[in-house]
């Protein structure tokens, strides 16, 4: 098989850079450092953002004057590069995150080892954490930052945005013909989005139907046998880096499959992998950006052949 565009490592890395772990994630409970239910404590000052999604909510919270520090990972909106980095591959790095003397570290439980966030609540620094795993939980999880940092009208604000977009969705498509779906991460061997994803979320709400949504694990390998017999109407690759890039590879290399419908009909589309697999308030603007790939005509745009 050829190759396709995004190789397996690039995919790892943006696993990791959505703030998701590739173990078993840690036990359910109360997150390390959460004060008792009914506590009232003082909006923090000094915030450390230990997954890129979290650093995203916090700068369209308005609050980027108050974080003081982030991980390598974090690399949305540009200014998140700037910031002191506390932590990456190998876990948090507790000495830099302990100079930046925060007041509140925010965490996702499957990004972040549990011994890491032990350590830091062991030493007195207040930790929340998060791990959404549907487009509703994004959302509660913004309207839960947004309490924890005092900024709870800028939360509710955001969220209603993000529902405007979900609901402008919703109402175009929900009478419409689904469309299956190709969406994938990886090749070589070819990773797709399965049951469980954002991009699984984002592909059924805007009205499609995910080809590999019927898999027990979240990315599964497929064979391009199975692709082939499940005959997606619609190919859309997650493009870790330009996206018109990241689309003329992908049209050279399924152009080798003219028996796919989604090849035969031209339609091959490029996303940008932030839009799909970081749970942030972008991932709305994901949704809206497969809804005009899978339904152009709802969109008023001219359909694909």
Known sequence: ?????????????LLLSAGLALGSPPPQGQAPGRSAPGARVPPPARIVSLAPSITEILFALGL?????????????????????KVGGFRGVNLEALLKLKPDLVLATRDGNPARDL???????IRVQTFQPSTLAGVLEEILAIGEATGAGTAAQALVQDCRNKFESVHSRVQ???????????????????????????????AGGINIAGDSDIPYPRFSLEEVIARAPEV??????????????????????WPSLPAVRRQRIAAISADLVARPGPRLFDG?????????????GEAAQP
């Not at 190919?235 to 080798?256: D, K, N, P």
């Not at 949704?287 to 339904?295: G, K």
């Open 1 to 13: 098989m050829q190759k396709l565009p995004l190789p397996l490592s690039l995919f790892l890395l």
């Open 235 to 256: 190919i859309i690759e997650a493009a870790m880096g330009a996206e018109a890039e990241t689309l003329a590879r992908a049209q050279a290399a399924w152009s080798r």
């Open 287 to 299: 949704l809206v950006q497969i809804a005009r790939i899978l339904h152009p005509q709802a969109s």
């Open 64 to 84: 980027k004057d108050k974080i003081v520090g982030d991980t390598d990972y974090c690399d949305y909106p540009p200014e998140a590069k700037k910031l002191p």
């Open 175 to 205: 009478n419409l013909a689904p469309v299956k779906v190709l969406l994938v991460y990886g090749e070589d061997p070819l990773v797709l989005a399965g049951k469980g994803t954002f991009a699984d979320d984002l592909i059924r709400t």
């Open 118 to 124: 032990k350590r830091m609540t062991d030493l007195g």
